[in-house]
C-alpha cells in the first residue's frame, strides 16, 4: 500500500505542533513557571528546549521519514542485520495506549468544563461552590464516562477518514482556532487592570526569587518540562516523519514544531498570570490552577461567562489535537503490522481505548480508594508514561541513531540534513554521543526516584 501524505507542508506542522501542543502547555506550564519563580525558570526552559527537545524531535522524525513506517517496521528497515532495535517498537506503541488510557479522561474534563460554562453551570457561584463543580464531576462516573467517550469516539472518527481528509483537515481548523483564541485571551488579560504585574513575574528573570526556590530546583523543573513537552520517546511523533516530504531539512522543521509549541505555552501564562495578579490569586496553586483558581477568576470578570467558554475551548482545542495525533500513531502501527485497513484498524482501536480508558475514569469515584504503588490510577498511568517511558525511548532513538549499533551517527545526519534549511553541524556528534544520553539518564532517574 502506498504511504500517505501531507497534503501541505503547513499540514505536518499543525499536526505535529498539535500533538506536541496539549494539555502540558496550557495547565502544567503555568502552574510550574509560577511554583519556580517566573521569569527565571522560563529562561532555562527555552534552553534545554534548544539543548534536547530539538535534536531528539530530529531523530524521531528522521527515523519515520527514511523509513516510511511506523516504530516497529520502521526500526526494522534500519536497523542492523540480527539486531533487535525494533522491540522498542512495541514498547511505543504500549506507551501511546497508556497515555491515551488516562489523557482521555483529562481531555474529557475540557469538554466537559467548555459546556459547563457555556450553558452557564458556574453562574452565581462562588468560593467553595466552585471547587466543587469539579469535585462533583469526577466523583460521577456517569458523566465521566460520557465526556471520555465523546473524546474518544470522535478522535477516531477524524483519523478514519484519513490523513489528509481527516486528522490534516480537522487539526488545520483547530489549530487556528486555538492560535486565534489565545491571542484573544491573551490581549483580554493583558488589559485587566494590574495585569502587568503578572506579565513581570513571568518573563522577568527574577534571581532572588529563584534563589529562594533553589536554582537547582529551578534548573531540574526546566528541564524537565522542555523534555516532557514534545512528547517524546513514544513515537508519537515518528509516524508524522513517516508523512513526510524531503523537501526541507529536520533541524528546521524541528525547530519550527518547537517554536509553535513554546508559543502556546508562552502564550498560556500571559493569559494566566495577568489574570491571576489582577484578582489576588496565587499563580502557584498547583494542578487545581486550571479547574478551580480559573473559573473563580473568570467569575469576577466582566462577560466572565464567555470568556470562561472561549478559555475551555481554547484547552479542549488543546488536548484534542493530541489525542487525534496519537491515535493516528495507533491506527498506523495496526495498518503497517497487520494489514489492516484504516477503518478496521479505526473501529478495534477505538473499542479498545474505551475499553482500556476506564480504570483511569473510575479510579476518581467507584475506585478512588484504589492505589498502585502509592498512587491512583491516572498518576500511575501518567508515572509510567511520563517517567518511564518518555525519557527511556528517548534514549533508545537517541542511541540508536548515534553510535555504531544502531542506524548510526552518518545515516541520521544524512537523513536529517536532506532538504532545504538549517542543517545539523556535524561537530555535534560527541555532544550527541556523551553529553546528551546523560542528561536524559538524569531525567530518567530522577523521575524514578521516590519524591
Known amino acids: 500500500m502506498e504511504r500517505e501524505n501531507f497534503r501541505s507542508r503547513l499540514g505536518f506542522l499543525l499536526v505535529s505542533a498539535g500533538c506536541a501542543v496539549g494539555i502540558g502547555n496550557v495547565w502544567k506550564f503555568p502552574y510550574v513557571t509560577g511554583q519556580n519563580g517566573g521569569g ?4 532555562f526552559y527555552l534552553l534545554f528546549l534548544v539543548l534536547m527537545g530539538v535534536p531528539v ?10 523509513s516510511r513506517q511506523s516504530a516497529v517496521p520502521g526500526y526494522k528497515t534500519l536497523e542492523p542485520k540480527g539486531s533487535k532495535w525494533h ?3 512495541w514498547f511505543c506503541v504500549a506507551g501511546c495506549c497508556l ?19 457555556t450553558f452557564g453551570a458556574f453562574t452565581g457561584l462562588g468560593g467553595a461552590a466552585v471547587d466543587n463543580v469539579f469535585f462533583a464531576m469526577r466523583a460521577n462516573a456517569g458523566e465521566m464516562i460520557l465526556w471520555m467517550s465523546a473524546t474518544v469516539l470522535g478522535g477516531f472518527l477524524v483519523c478514519s477518514f484519513g490523513l489528509q481528509k481527516g486528522l490534516e483537515r480537522i487539526t488545520k481548523v483547530m489549530m487556528l482556532g486555538l492560535l486565534g483564541l489565545i491571542a484573544l485571551l491573551a ?7 494590574g495585569g502587568m504585574e503578572g506579565v513581570r513575574f513571568y518573563l522577568l528573570p527574577d534571581w532572588g526569587q529563584a534563589m529562594e526556590v533553589g536554582l537547582g530546583s529551578v534548573i531540574t523543573a526546566a528541564m524537565n518540562q522542555a523534555f516532557f513537552t514534545l512528547s517524546l520517546g513514544i513515537a508519537a511523533m515518528e ?18 514544531i518547537c517554536s509553535l509549541d513554546t508559543f502556546v505555552a508562552l502564550v498560556s501564562g500571559l493569559i494566566i498570570f495577568p489574570a491571576c495578579f489582577s484578582f489576588g490569586v496565587e499563580p502557584d496553586s498547583g494542578p487545581s490552577l486550571i479547574f478551580m483558581t480559573l473559573p473563580k477568576v473568570f467569575l469576577n470578570m466582566a462577560g466572565g461567562r464567555l470568556w470562561g467558554t472561549l478559555f475551555f475551548l481554547f484547552m479542549t482545542f488543546a488536548s484534542f489535537s493530541t489525542v487525534i495525533a496519537v491515535f493516528e500513531n495507533l491506527q498506523a502501527s495496526c ?11 479505526a473501529v478495534v482501536n477505538c473499542i479498545f481505548i474505551l475499553i482500556a480508558s476506564l480504570p483511569c475514569v473510575l479510579g476518581n469515584n467507584l475506585w478512588s480508594t484504589v492505589r498502585i504503588l502509592g498512587r491512583d490510577v491516572l498518576d500511575f498511568e501518567d508515572f509510567l508514561v511520563s517517567n518511564l517511558l518518555l525519557p527511556l525511548g528517548s534514549l533508545v532513538y537517541l542511541l540508536f541513531c548515534v553510535t555504531r549499533w544502531g542506524w548510526g551517527y552518518e545515516n541520521y545526519l544524512r537523513e536529517a540534513n536532506t532538504g532545504l534549511g ?4 556535524r561537530a555535534l556528534k560527541g555532544y550527541f554521543q556523551f553529553v546528551l544520553p546523560c542528561l536524559i539518564l538524569f531525567i530518567l532517574i530522577q523521575g524514578l526516584l521516590p519524591g
Not at 40 to 43: G, S
Not at 239 to 256: C, D, K, N, P, Q
Not at 422 to 425: Q, V
Open 187 to 193: 490581549f483580554h488579560s493583558l488589559t485587566l487592570p
Open 422 to 425: 538549517m542543517k545539523m553541524p
Open 335 to 345: 495498518m503497517d503490522n497487520f494489514g489492516w485497513s484504516r477503518r478496521k484498524a
Open 99 to 117: 497515555l491515551m488510557m488516562y489523557y482521555t479522561t483529562v481531555s474529557g474534563w475540557m469538554l466537559g468544563y467548555f459546556f459547563k460554562f
Open 87 to 89: 522491540i522498542h517498537g
Open 57 to 66: 524531535l530530529t531523530m524521531e522524525l528522521a527515523v519515520g521519514r527514511a
Open 239 to 256: 509516524v508524522f516523519g513517516s508523512y513526510m516530504t524531503r523537501e526541507h531539512t529536520l533541524t528546521s522543521e524541528a525547530i519550527r
Open 40 to 43: 527565571v525558570f522560563v529562561l
